[in-house]
């Protein structure tokens, strides 16, 4: 056949081949048709138009072909959906005779993905010659015995092409003396015989040469021939017999080797060597069955050589020619038909497909994780399988046309669980049953479902008054369950201003370590707490977040020296107290009334008399301040005694202020206009006491119910907003600094005692006026945020 006739050929296939890939869905999967030797790049069809993806979406659906073997000889073109052909397709190579030849793959798309089968059918083109095996075959005819009619068989022609570029046509050259017959076997194969038509004299024609020509059924058709050579013998009359022309016989794929399947039995009526019988294959019997099956030229039966395989092939044919020692050798021949019974020797096949190895976490019920195929090679009940998978509350395999799909039954959770090991069991139904199991490991991405929580529900910090800044006050830490940038963490603090001032005046947080420190010295008469919240956020999307309350207490340090209330020193003005030259021992004269802004320890005060003439005269009480006489004044006494009082805290180190007081001691004390009968004021008319005291007590029981009204209303606010811990409540390490930094004021009011007349009545009465306006001062500064 010349070269223009086989172009013309693989075009018509082509055309054909095209044709058919207008099938489009068929029984929910792709069929395309292309005949075999197409050049790359001949396009198949057009997968993502049958599948209904738009050209728009082609590139986000990213079609490609499974992981089957088959897939190399084909591709996807990625700009239009085309499945076009990358490599050679050598139809004899893939599926040998058989009459139809399908590959089976599968299109695999993402977002979402989907599994889809696709059917290609491999079209066969008349690319291969009809060939035998023998140039020439050699028959031995016996002269005069061999009557008109008589068959003999002749070799049978191989073609790799199938269907009707197969051999479908045998011609014999013309010739006076034999004739050709042909018939088809049962699997469809044409064999010829040669038929003697006239009966044979060697002494005539001792050779008889024939040509034998098979056709194939191409256009136009292709040729092989083989020479017949036909050699007339002497008399060998009878040709073995078998008892049965066709022999029935059924096997179990699992015998073992080197097993009896039949005893061959052929008798002959000839004596001697015309008589004695060799078995042997003829050349119908396929190599397969040669390769599997053997006769024993001993004992004349057949036995197994190799294992058998339902799978591989459930039927072999089996010709069998038993050939006489005489001169010609004469043929009888029969057909042994081996059907092979399928056991359960095949373990189902699991394939698992999906593109993606992980799923986010907050992947909604039903999800779909891959695509599950199960395939069992046995037949019948053996073949027939049932898929489970391992008890888990989170998956479950859910029935499709053809194949199963993973998808998730329950919500998934990273925190608890990052990694899922989900075991599949396939299962046959034969006896005993047959499984086979994979593993599948399935990771877990995490979106940001946990918010940062802090380690405590509040931070406490203490700093000495007088800081240096930039100084460490306290750190604030947070965890986050998820991870990557959902639990990258960063700290802020929510306020922008505290006391009319921008936040970062007074502290700093590290965004990254949530370490705060001071910005500037903290004074402790000017606040006491100072209370903030820091915020803790993750970077993921969206962000979220935690707030925290930070209290930074400040301690008192010794910083503040006492300040004398009275008597008050105004410039060079030194106060003057006149007593009765008649004052007993014990005798009040003056009270020295003095504070502290510091608190504790610091502000307690101790009065001491440091500088006096006369110091067996006058003492002072070192508590309460109070000046009295030691002893009866006497006419030798001195009428003017200069007193030096100082008044020192116990802070560390200790600080002292002094003040002065003239004594003056008269013989008569003038009743119009006591020269200092008042410690506070010089007023001329004696102040209502009583209305004083009221003022005082209603002023301070004022400012002590607003403070506390505050402090309740704060408390009650941030436990409902952030589970503050600080307020009155069993919290003992937030209420003790709260109570031990509340502003101390310590009074020399011990002692007070109310004298009546000129020399005590209204000086004691000033002198508990002055404590209790110095305590409504000291609680009306204090500012408890």
Sequence with gaps: MDNQSLVKAWKWQVAFSLFLC??????????YSIAEESYPGTVVGNVAQDLGVNLADISRRRLSLGSDGSSRLFSIEQKNGALVVSERIDRESLCGSSLSCFLHLEVVAENPLELHSLEIEILDINDNLPLFISLNQLINVTELLSSPGVRFQLETAKDLDVGKNGINEYKLNPNLYFSLL?????????IAELVLEKSLDREEKAEHKLILTALDGGDPPRSGTTQITVNVLDINDNAPVFDLSHYKISVLENIPLNSIIIHLNATDLDDGSNGEILYSFDHHTLHSAKRIFKINSKTNEIVTIDTLDFEESGFYELYIKATDKGSPKLEGHCVIQVEVKDINDNIPEIIFTSKANEVPENSPIGTVLGFITVKDKDSGKNGEITLNVSPNSHFKIQPMSQRYALVTSGHLDREKLSQYTIKLTASDLGSPSLSSQITISLNISDVNDNPPAFLHNVYNAFIAENNEAGRLLCSVSATDPDEGSNANLIYSINERHIHGSPVSSFVYINSNTGNIYAQRSFNYEQFQVLQITARVEDSGSPKLSSNVSV?????????????ILYPENIGETVLEESIPRSAAAGYLVSKVSAVDVD?????????????????????????????RTLRGLHETDNTEHRLVISVSDHGEPSMTTTTTIIVNILDTVSQESPKSQNFLTNAKSTPDLTLYLIVSLVAISAV???????????CLRKNYDSGCEFCFTDKSLSSTYMDQYKPTLYLNTWNIKIYGG??????????????????YYRYSKFNFE
């Design 599 to 627: 608190s504790g320890h610091n502000a307690w005060l101790l009065y001491s008399l440091v500088q006096s003439a006369s110091p067996a005269l006058f003492q002072i009480s070192e508590y309460s301040g109070e000046v």
């Design 22 to 31: 207008s099938w489009g869905w068929v029984s929910g999967q792709l069929r």
């Design 182 to 190: 042909t018939k088809h076997r049962m699997d469809g194969t044409l």
């Design 551 to 563: 209290f930074i207490f400040v301690l008192d340090t010794n910083d503040n020296s006492p300040t």
């Design 758 to 775: 000129a020399d005590g009545s209204t000086r004691s009465s000033r002198v508990l006026l002055s404590c209790l306006f110095s305590t």
């Design 704 to 714: 002590f119910l607003v403070t506390f009204t505050i402090l309740l209303v704060r």
